[in-house]
């Protein structure tokens, strides 16, 4: 399994459908389809849907898939500073 660079969490990499590569935590989660919904899964077919993640909602969940790492990563922030400093 792969790790993050920036915090060392284990981390698993999904091929989008338009062929990129995305990290990702490396637990299933469920999720709610929502259309401009904040939050992002990618599902096993790579497929990447704005959705709800609370599992406080009462309706059926939509599938599982996996969380984007940069959602949960502690230190996607500073990598997003550094780039915009440039
Ligand atoms: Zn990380």
Known sequence: MASCKGCGRPIIW???SGGKMIPCDPTEV???KRQK????IVTRNG????CDL???IKEEPTG???VPHWATCPVAGR???ERNRG
């Not at 919904?37 to 992002?40: E, F, N, Q, S, T």
């Not at 497929?47 to 704005?50: A, C, D, I, N, T």
């Open 54 to 56: 609370d599992a406080g």
């Open 14 to 16: 999904i091929m989008s």
């Open 79 to 81: 990598f997003k500073k």
């Open 64 to 66: 599982v898939g996996y």
């Open 37 to 40: 919904a904040r939050g992002k």
């Open 30 to 32: 469920l999720y709610w």
């Open 47 to 50: 497929e990447v849907v704005s």
